[in-house]
């Protein structure tokens, strides 16, 4: 029987936190492949309390960050997604205080969970 990679389980234990997810299994599927494509270039990444900052190498995937991106603004609304290009910083954060706990989500996504500096 294969095992599935770590990154792999780490996307779907971040994905049944979020309580509004509206992916099915394929939609799942394909994103947990894009986030796996942008993971070796994610260089830093920061909690904020109210905020998840993801730091890109100079060589990462834009059309993979921006279809994934795509993706999360159609199944998960409330998150905000905001790209400072000459940074290659991304900034998430959620449009309602009580739906915070949905940015611990985005480091495992991108396989980063190990890599979080902490701030705030």
Do not use: K, W
């Not at 299994?25 to 900052?53: D, F, K, N």
């Amino acid at each position: 029987m294969p095992s599935r990679p770590a990154t792999s389980d780490a996307f779907d234990r971040a994905v049944a936190e979020i309580p509004t997810c509206a992916l099915d299994q394929a939609g799942m599927r394909e994103q947990r492949a894009r986030y796996a494509r942008l993971a070796s270039s994610v260089i830093r990444v920061e909690r904020a309390l109210e905020a998840v900052l993801v730091e890109f190498a100079q060589d990462f995937d834009h059309e993979t960050l921006d279809a994934a991106l795509a993706v999360e603004r159609r199944c998960c609304p409330f998150f905000r997604f905001a790209f400072d290009e000459p940074e290659r910083r991304l900034r998430a954060t959620v449009a309602e205080t009580d739906m915070l706990p949905a940015l611990d989500a985005i480091p495992p996504t991108l396989g980063a969970a190990h890599r979080v500096t902490p701030n705030g």
